[in-house]
């Protein structure tokens, strides 16, 4: 079993909906948790940081940490074409930064 | 804005042959992963520094692969003999320090191993 599980879809979603993105972790011991956006053939672009419970929003992404569930999510509001990437979580154990499968998603105009 | 460099960008070697990636990190970042992604996978971890020294290097294999950081300041990861399942995009990060700094990732370097 992975430390860190996320569907890897794909995500076709209406330009405009809410893309709804989920990991889930066994390690009760990551502190960090961050989300990464990679468009084709580039790197990740790191979109969310967060190192509690709770909410944290920036612009149209909401980051959302559940500790007691293991359980993160990323919504996207308003999504446009723009949006169409690979979303990857990550999360820090001490100092071992591991990834999810990725999740990607496609916002059709 | 500051950001993590790689070169080259794109990569074809032949099989068994060496090949060697370049990446400098953010001026100031302590902590640099090399890191190995497969089409349609996550990023796997291959080695991660603390400076000059190796902090994790278990998934690295070391009977091919080999992994440097001198000065604690730029690093460059080697493959010798290149093998056609070592095609895949290599990708290097940086953060300030571990564990509460986000990492930060270069472009990449796009192996083709033929």
């Known amino acids: 079993q992975k430390e860190v599980e996320q569907d890897p879809g794909p995500l076709s979603v209406p330009e405009g909906a809410i893309v709804s993105l989920n990991c889930t972790y066994s390690?009760?011991?990551?502190?960090?948790f961050m989300w990464y956006r990679q468009y084709s053939r580039k790197g990740p672009e790191l979109l969310m940081y967060t190192y509690s419970s709770g909410n944290k929003e920036d612009g149209r992404f909401t980051a959302q940490v559940d500790k007691s569930s293991k359980y993160i999510s990323l919504f996207i509001r308003d999504s446009q074409p723009s949006d169409s990437a690979t979303y990857l979580c990550?999360?820090?154990?001490?100092?071992?930064?591991?990834f999810g499968a990725g999740t990607t998603v496609t916002v059709r105009a | 804005e500051a950001e993590v460099a790689q070169s080259p960008r794109y990569k074809i070697t032949e099989k068994s042959q060496a090949v060697a990636f370049w990446c400098d990190p953010i001026s100031g970042h302590a902590t640099l992963y090399w890191y190995r992604q497969i089409l349609g996978q996550g990023p796997e971890l291959l080695v991660q520094f603390q400076d000059e020294s190796v902090v994790d290097d278990s998934q690295l294999p070391k009977d091919r692969f080999s992994a440097e950081r001198l000065k604690g300041v730029d690093s460059t990861l080697k493959i010798q003999p290149a093998e056609l399942g070592d095609s895949a995009m290599y990708l290097c990060?940086?953060?300030?320090?571990?564990?509460?700094?986000?990492?930060?990732f270069g472009q990449g370097t796009r192996l083709t191993v033929v």
């Open positions: 990550a999360m820090i154990n001490d100092y071992k930064l591991s």
């Open positions: 390690n009760s011991a990551f502190q960090y």
């Open positions: 990060a940086s953060s300030l320090r571990t564990p509460e700094s986000e990492a930060f």
